[in-house]
């Protein structure tokens, strides 16, 4: 059976200001972060809609109807704003529903949510994410930092395997290719949280992969990256990539008992 997944975010446009001498010219460039995990589902059993960034803030559905069309929704790399001001907001004052606590009620009722980490996830750079005390926080298994949240590690590190028999490690023997950095995030203290996998303790333990629930929805909070760069081009390319991230779906996609 298909499942339907929709990815939200992993977009964005640089500007660049180019200095020749006496001369200078502008450029602008649109960049897709999300390419690796694309080609790791492509043909599978997982039915990915990918959202970019840019096009969420008006096209991101705002009833209930709209989600019960997936069966797990993917947040990288996009920070809250985005979901709470469309232009009918932003630019004419208008009211529309309020689609974090939407994402909410649609996990209570069964829906599985993953946060991917980044620059806009969590909190994020300069605490810009601002997904901290919104009720997307809520469903997770983590809890945000009130601040920039990045753990940079340009050395790099791998990942600890705490719980090797939960089903999201299923097949995934053997040491991880290197990651470069996480968002630091606060494990719930809850029997239905676990912490999956984790940094070394030299590297502060941080959570790497957190599973939990919420009402009768499945969540999960991976705090690294879905490709560069904090995943190095080793772990995208790693035969692991795949098995990881359907794992992770078909975990979150599995109703609860």
């Known amino acids: 059976m298909t499942k339907k997944i929709l990815l ?47 096009e969420a803030v008006e096209k991101f559905p705002f009833d209930m109807a709209g989600l019960d069309v997936y069966d797990a929704i ?9 979901l709470l001001l469309p232009p009918d907001v932003w630019l004419h004052s208008r009211t529309v529903p309020n689609r974090l606590k939407l994402l909410k009620a649609w996990v209570e009722k069964g829906g599985g ?46 990942a600890e395997v705490v719980k090797p028999e ?22 719930r203290d809850r029997a239905d949280v676990e912490i999956v996998a ?3 303790e030299d590297q502060g333990g941080h959570p790497l992969l957190v599973v939990g629930t919420h009402g009768t929805g499945r ?11 904090w995943l190095s081009p080793a772990f995208c390319e790693w035969e692991g990539y795949d098995r990881l991230w359907k794992n992770i779906l078909g975990w979150l996609t599995e109703k609860q008992a």
């Open 8 to 54: 939200v975010g992993e977009s964005w446009v640089s500007s660049a200001t180019h200095y020749k001498g006496f001369d200078q010219f502008g450029s602008v460039t649109f960049h897709l972060g999300a390419e690796p995990l694309v080609k790791a589902l492509a043909g599978s059993a997982f039915e990915l809609t990918y959202m970019p960034a840019h």
């Open 166 to 187: 939960h089903p999201t490690m299923r097949g995934l023997e053997g040491a991880w290719p290197v990651l470069l950095g996480v968002n630091e995030v606060e494990v």
């Open 219 to 229: 969540t999960a909070a991976w705090t690294s990256d879905i490709g560069p760069h």
């Open 113 to 158: 949510l993953l946060m991917v980490g980044g620059y806009f996830s969590f909190q994020g750079i300069d605490g810009k994410a601002r997904w901290r005390r919104t009720p997307v926080e809520d469903t997770l298994p983590v809890t945000c930092l009130p601040y920039d949240d990045r753990v940079e590690i340009p050395e790099g590190t791998v």
């Open 74 to 82: 993917i947040l990288s790399d996009i920070g809250a704003n985005s």
């Open 198 to 200: 984790r940094l070394p």
